[in-house]
DNA sequence: CACTACCTTGCAATCGTCTGCAATTACGAA
DNA sequence: TTCGTAATTGCAGACGATTGCAAGGTAGTG
């Protein structure tokens, strides 16, 4: 293969005899063009397979139509299903997406940001890294006056608009679901705890314990790496507990399908010695045996969400003041948690 | 957030008093300057936080140093490792990536091209959808001279490269471990009959069997539209075959979660009524229940290897003859499909 | 002192598109 | 016939960065 040189208005000009900007108003349809002159130019535009170069058109407009996403991993069923709604959302819009995932690692983030920020994108949508527990970076592009968003996994003090999923209930359904069957001894296990979700999640599980007159007992409130080992690890810590828990509420799905996997070999029952649930409902959680109870958190419509409002605010249509968006999570009530028999 | 102005070399230049010229070729660290102004124009450009304008760059040198990627689907866990092997190589040597979706639609396969290439990146990575079953837009690309590569789902005529595993091996080794296993009717649930693996796939069922000395019955062979309703009909046709299948391999590994799930709710046993084997290793492979015996394929070294040729091609470090890339597969062998006590 | 040669730097054109303004033409009206 | 006005079209500069060429300056040499 060799250039593909593409066709450009100055071309159709020359095989026209007119000028370049006749050409240019003929296809932008201009009112002050003589109509027989737009009809050919467009014809040959049409016939010599014309295609406006985009990189032009923002150079010159100083707008790319482009948008940034940071993911932390694009191979998260999550995140590809929030990646999805903000592609459908900004291609009907007339924007471009491009995708940068960090790999969880902070340095990979700060780096997408300055490509995607020297790619003059109009606005990014940011899921922070696990590891991002300093901010400068982001304060930076709020200095610069880019416009950006937070989504899942935000920052609460930076001065942004944030869509977030509501954490704290959707925890407190689930804790809150543990305890009417029956179930007080409850373990939580934990993410990194400065992560957003971590906190988030175990204040829903406080509030549906002290609801239901339950003491907090530290002891029952675990933390794991996110790494298989760091599960298996959390796995077999909970069978040593004495008394034996009869509940665990892990922080996110894959922690619970681990803990879930492990404790089957070890040959208990679930729900029947123990009851679990999880987070996110990710496709796993469907399938495994047996099936998981969890919380259902919809990525696609947060991604429509998120970009629906950035560009809201791009175009002019939303306020430049930040907000929060806060979806509701669903509680979805499989096998792994009928514990005792309901008092329903 | 106002219009975040980006700080421009003129910006630099005017600063310092010099022109825009020696700026550009401070920063390009260029040999025929005197020392001490590149120095303080190095220096202002990093005090004033400048960041080059890649559009800008893209339109003089006529490279955008970006490339286009489109699949069916994003949030398919197999082609989301295919992007993050991409992105994850297509960064470390310079470039971009811009992400689409098809959804598996041939329209939305067209706009995509359409909008990638108007967006002048400089090649392509395509995957094509189920739909697509006319290719006038890939010869267009092709007598464009656009740079393009297909992957996984490829259409074998189109004189470009290619990048595909070895799906007839893949489904031979699996149905060669039904038939070692004892099996004899084995049922092959095939995707639409003109898509690309489905093809592939029956061609390595075929082989298999006949290297047993299995006469093809083609009422073993069926096809699901790969619906959740399509793939629950061919669960129970399967079921309604007499005498049963000993085993059955559907082409992709979600055909044989579905197959599986509603086998156990009619209260089949897996595998000891029937043997189950899938393709793909999805993540919810590993964890339905039974396990479920698939062929894997490294989605992420399949990106890793696409993206590494292209990139090739196009910095001329291969040959622009089109040439086909093979990957091989692996069988994974788990629970599902040990029928009979092996023969082994 | 004059001339050459090199070292630095700036000018101007370019990439493809857009747009304010000027220029040309034609037409009708007085 | 002459002027005004509207209808068309082109010129040129801009967006931001790069680069061949030329110009300015300095220093060195005879």
Redesign the interface.
Known sequence: ??????VTMKEIAKKLGVSVSTVSRALQDSPELHAETKRKIVEAAKEM?Y??????Q??RISR?K?LGVIVP???S?FF??C??GI?DVA?TRGY??????SNELLSQEKANI??L????VDGLLISLSRETNTYEHLY?LYD????FLLFDRVQEDIPVSKVTFNDVSGAYQVVKHLLENGSRRIVYVSGPEDLYISKKRKEGYLRALSEFGVAEDPSLVLVTDLTLEGNLQVAQHILAIDPRPEAVFCMIDPVA?DVL?EWKKSGIRIPEDIALAGFTDN??AA???PPLTTVSQPGYDMGKLAVSHLLD?LDGLAS?DPISIVLDTTLVVRKSSQHFSSKK
Chains 1, 2 share one sequence.
């Not at 293969?1 to 593409?6: D, F, L, S, T, V």
């Open positions: 293969m060799k250039k593909g040189r593409q397979n295609r406006p170069n985009l990189l032009a923002s150079l790319s482009t991993e694009i191979t069923h590809a299903s990646i999805s592609q291609n471009n997406v491009m995708i940068c995932q300055q490509t920020v020297s790619s003059q930076e610069r006056e880019i416009n399908v996997t496709p796993t399938v495994v045996e605010q430049e």
